[in-house]
């Protein structure tokens, strides 16, 4: 299987300010004849499932804020919200979706306000 | 606005079958891919399988051998069966929508999710 790992697990950033988080995967997720990343990123708040914010590793989902991004290829990639706002506290899951089954998540990080 | 609904017994018996059904509203069931996800208390998520609506599957080597789907497209229903439950099985178990994506599956929309614990 592949392994997911992101970091930190917790996260504390300031209103307005940036947060990033990383998800390292234990094999690249790149497949070359299309030259993307089969890398997804998901918001989840309590009580609420979780929400598809960025897939093929950079792609938003259609109504989520620019203001998250993703970047990374192959098995290091970064999910950053450039201006962190209330509604941004949540649990942040990397996936990959490359290969064979198991599509495996990564342990979750956890955004908090400071 | 598509809608998931997961349903079904929030208690089951150790050794006994768990049987899930999620109801889909808001779009059809064809062209997509269904699928199944669970967290336990205070873990990640693990993903179980997931269903076309012609029946092909995919699942997660581990569970494989207890795990089946299956899809109703007269219902836009879709269910897991996961045999021979013990406590480790007990989770939060979600229903989603995966679409297609170049040979491969997103999970784009998931259920609220539900609470099954193994116990007698």
């Known amino acids: 299987d592949i392994v997911m790992t992101q970091s930190p697990d917790s996260l504390a950033v300031s209103l307005g300010e940036r947060a990033t988080i990383k998800c390292k995967s234990s094999?690249?997720?790149?497949?070359?004849?299309?030259?993307?990343?089969?890398l997804a990123w998901y918001q989840k708040k309590p009580g609420q499932p979780p929400k598809l914010l960025i897939y093929w590793a950079s792609t938003r989902e259609s109504g989520v804020p620019d203001r998250f991004s993703g970047s990374g290829s192959g098995t290091d990639f970064t999910l950053t919200i450039s201006s962190l706002q209330t509604e941004d506290v949540a649990v942040y899951y990397c996936q990959q979706y490359s290969g064979s089954p198991p599509y495996t998540f990564g342990q979750g990080t956890k955004l908090e306000i400071k | 606005q598509v809608h998931l609904q997961e349903s079904g017994p929030g208690l089951v018996k150790p050794s006994e079958t768990l049987s899930l059904t999620c109801t889909v509203s808001g779009g059809s069931i064809s062209n997509f891919h269904w699928g199944w996800i669970r967290q336990p208390a205070g873990k990640g998520l693990e993903w179980i399988g997931r269903?076309?609506?012609?029946?092909?599957?995919k699942y997660s080597p581990s569970l494989e051998s207890r795990v089946t789907m299956s899809v109703d497209t007269s219902k836009n229903q879709f269910s897991l069966e996961l045999s021979s439950v013990t406590a480790a099985d007990t989770a939060v178990y979600y229903c989603?929508?995966?679409?297609?994506?170049?040979?491969?599956?997103?999970?784009?929309?998931w259920g609220q999710g539900t609470l099954v614990t193994v116990s007698s």
């Open positions: 269903i076309y609506n012609s029946g092909n599957t």
């Open positions: 989603a929508r995966g679409r297609p994506a170049d040979g491969q599956t997103l999970i784009d929309y």
């Open positions: 094999r690249s997720v790149f497949y070359s004849p299309n030259s993307r990343n089969y």
